[in-house]
């Protein structure tokens, strides 16, 4: 079996890699996240061989670190029956995946291969990241010398850096440059030195300089000094329509080099930044300044933030401060991961001196030299590396090399339950590429945390504790957040009755977190009201209950601690004035019903009276807005919503404490016949200046489709209800909504066809019982393969 190697800085970016090379139904050998990205081994499921040998595996020469998508394959048709089919490739991706291939590989290659264990020590000594070092040495060749193998490394790093092929190629007249970068990594110096350059090869008259940096103190007058020594003209810019309008005032054949202000990795202000770059008017060339001192961990936090900004692509990088650098390979490494060609480096402050066009081999050679300055602090010593090797074991060890036969005999009863649901059933799950699904479900956040929580439920995962679960989801969901690229969390709160039994009644209510875009994180809280008292997930309890009112404040109160990170607003289901006055300090938007009354400048009314009197525009970006597949049971590309709103006040006894609302009233409308699907009315507090009506709006419809989701927590609840009898109430409320959350999101993810795919075909049936059950059948399926 030809296994390959392909890395991506995010999983759908792999993915993309996979598909264009091996086609859609490629076999996943395995995913996993390394430093720097995600990395799989996929295989071509057309090319199977009698007998799968992982010498032969291992001696099949694997991709480059960084490859280019291969051409596509062709495919050969095959017909087989359908559950034959369905069991053979359970039976092959089961087979592939015990081996785990990838460590396999590994591992063995560093018992195999002692120099491998030095040059891998030596390799993060220079500066590079374990995750190029894997994909590089599962290559190195066998019974090589130290020497021979620090040469062989050298090699591949020389053939995988890329560099701008030669200088002239970026000096032609009437480009665009621009630099991007964090704060103090000396953008402003390194245009000097472009713009010295330029001036050199095409006169002063062929150059102009631009700075967007007018937040630094002083920033454009040190460009200005500079532009002046040159008489070259400097021109500040403010906004995106200033860009333009110079921009379209300077020659076809004058160079332009524009210098930006410095914006943090972190900082949301990148995708403008980006976006007023690609409303210049002209094609530009954005190059990334990347600081050689920084640590290897934040410059790729850096470059995966600018490539992923929005903007026209990153064409190459300058790496700078090589003179106060104590190793060269994290840069370098950063270049080769996400393929930006080095253009210069800087190597001081003087200008225009001191700045190089450097070869590939110059650099490695560069960040291959030694250096006298004693041992580093931050690299592995050898005893490290033997005690981390004898501490090793193979997965060989690890799992005797079969499944034990105690998890065996507990899931394969659902699995065989599954498999006699039907022939359609089995023909439909025969078509569907079930890597795909795996793929999708542990990529996902709530996907993977409702299946790690469902193993210890059933007993084949670890046992953990309520408070253990939710602590160390909140830091999953604070990575999740940290890496994205909204602006806003999302805070669902409601609440649904349970029922396990005839004569017994549950109410649980739950706080259900969000991107922006109605992606699903998590669920850090709930409440949860039985005959025997109240109590939530975060420790409290009490004889009664208290008020709705009450309830909502205390969710309110916890997820201000929780979701610290970006701001949180919260989406209510009605409430009332005393409620909204409460949550004055807060962002919320509550769905009202049509009777809510309003006080506006023509007198007091209803909602729905004042619903027929709005101007109702299409928000066409509403729809851009959500991540979502269906809206009321229609796919969303066959709907149009039209938005009405106005600034109302309270009625006069009830508004003191609360200030102006928006008033929003949206029509979800079948675009082909016109037909109304929906309507909603909703009361928020929201600054539109700052959070558009169309944002609203879509949060508002995203609100609505999220009363799905608390009916699938009512059939998981009553499903957990003959489970383990050691679980707690909580513990159980937990399990429920996070195998809510988690079909919702494979019901109404974009990104997760194929795993909505395999769940319809477990389901059978749309309703939320059927999901439900489908969704444990699909991790039943999953432990027995995975």
């Known amino acids: 079996m030809n296994i390959s190697r392909f890395f991506g800085s995010t999983n759908r970016e792999a993915m993309r890699q996979v598909r264009m090379a091996l086609g859609a139904d490629a076999l996943i050998v395995s995913n996993r996240r390394v430093n720097g990205g995600v990395e799989i081994l996929a295989t071509d499921p057309t090319f199977v061989p009698p007998e799968f040998n992982t010498a032969t595996a291992a001696a099949d020469p694997p991709p480059r670190a960084v490859q280019e998508p291969e051409r596509q394959r062709p495919r050969q048709s095959t017909t087989v029956a359908p559950q034959a089919d369905v069991m053979g490739a359970i039976g092959d991706l089961r087979g592939s995946l015990e081996t785990r291939i990838d460590e396999l590989l590994w591992g063995s290659q560093l018992r195999r291969a002692p120099q491998a264990v030095s040059l891998f020590q030596a390799m993060l000594g220079f500066g590079f990241s374990t995750a190029l070092l894997r994909a590089m040495l599962k290559r190195l060749p066998e019974h090589l010398p130290p020497k021979a193998a620090l040469q062989w490394a050298r090699q591949e ?10 200088e002239d190629d970026l000096w032609t007249s009437g480009r665009v440059l621009a630099l991007v970068g964090p704060t103090g990594v000396g953008k402003t110096t390194t245009i000097a030195k472009l713009a010295a350059r330029c001036v050199k090869r095409q006169g002063a008259e062929k150059v102009v300089l631009l700075t967007t940096d007018t937040y630094r103190i002083g920033a454009h007058e040190q460009l200005k000094i500079y532009g002046q020594m040159m008489r070259v003209p400097v021109h500040v810019v403010q906004d995106m329509a200033e860009l333009n309008r110079i921009v379209s005032g300077i020659r076809p054949d004058q160079t332009i080099l524009i210098d930006n202000i410095g914006i943090s990795q972190r900082d949301r202000y990148i995708a403008e930044q980006a976006a007023m770059l690609a409303g210049a008017g002209r094609p530009v060339q954005r190059l990334l300044v990347l600081n050689a001192s920084s640590h290897g961990d934040t410059l790729d936090e850096v470059a995966r933030s600018y490539c992923n900004d929005g903007g026209e692509p990153i064409s190459g990088c300058i790496v700078t401060k090589l003179d106060e650098a104590s190793r060269l390979g994290a840069a370098l490494d950063t270049a080769i991961r996400y393929q930006l060609p080095i253009h210069y480096v800087s190597n001081g402050q003087k200008v225009p001196e001191d700045l190089l066009f450097l070869s590939a081999r110059d650099l490695i050679d560069q960040a291959l030299a030694h250096k006298p300055q004693g041992q580093a602090l931050y690299a592995p010593t050898e005893a490290d590396f033997a005690a981390l090797m004898s501490l090793a074991k193979t997965p060989e060890a690890e799992s005797g090399g079969t499944v034990p036969e105690s998890r065996r005999r507990l899931l394969l009863p659902p699995l065989m339950a599954m498999m006699s649901a039907g022939a359609a059933a089995s023909a439909s799950l025969a078509k569907t590429d079930l890597t795909a699904a795996w793929d999708f479900v542990k990529g996902d956040l709530a996907c993977a945390s409702a299946l790690d929580l469902w193993r210890t439920h059933a007993g084949t995962g670890p046992a953990v504790s309520l408070r253990h679960a939710i602590d160390q989801h909140l830091a999953s969901m604070h990575n999740e957040l940290a890496c994205g690229d909204g602006s806003y969390v999302l805070a669902v709160h409601d609440g649904v009755a349970l029922r396990s039994a005839p004569d017994s009644q549950t109410h649980l209510r739950a706080s259900l977190l969000l991107t922006e875009r109605g992606e699903a994180l998590g669920s850090p ?66 769905h009202v019903p049509g009777a809510t009354k309003l006080d506006t400048e023509s007198g007091p009314t209803i909602v729905t009276a004042l619903a027929k009197t709005l101007d109702y525009r299409l928000a066409a970006s509403a729809l851009q807005h959500l991540s979502l597949v269906q809206v009321a049971g229609v796919a969303i590309d066959d709907l149009a919503f039209w938005v009405g709103s106005e600034r109302v006040g309270l009625p006069a006894r009830q508004k003191a404490g609360v200030q102006a609302l928006n008033m929003l009233a949206v029509r979800v409308v079948n675009r082909h016949d016109g037909r109304i699907v929906q309507t909603h009315f909703g009361l928020s507090n929201l600054p539109s200046e700052q959070i558009g009506i169309d944002l609203q709006a879509s949060w508002l419809i995203m609100q609505a489709e999220l009363k799905t989701c608390f009916r699938y927590t009512a059939c998981g609840w009553g499903a957990l209800a003959g489970g383990d009898q050691a679980d707690s109430p909580q513990k159980k409320a937990l399990l429920a909504v996070r195998l809510a959350l988690a079909a919702w999101q494979l019901r109404q993810t974009p990104a997760a066809a194929a795993a909505r795919s395999l769940l319809d075909s477990l389901a059978g049936k749309s309703s939320p019982a059927a999901v439900m059950k489908g969704l444990v059948k699909l991790f039943a399926l999953h432990e027995i393969i995975a």
């Open 525 to 590: 809280l709930q409440l949860l009201t039985q005959a025997e008292g109240w109590s939530t997930s975060a420790g409290e309890s009490a004889l009664a209950a208290p008020s709705a009112g009450d309830a909502l404040f205390h969710q309110v109160e916890c997820l201000d601690q929780a979701t610290d990170l970006l701001p949180c607003v919260h989406l209510i289901e009605a409430g009332g004035p005393g409620v909204w006055r409460r949550l004055s300090s807060q962002r919320w938007l509550a």
């Open 157 to 166: 790093l020389i053939d995988h850096l890329p560099v701008l092929a030669r």
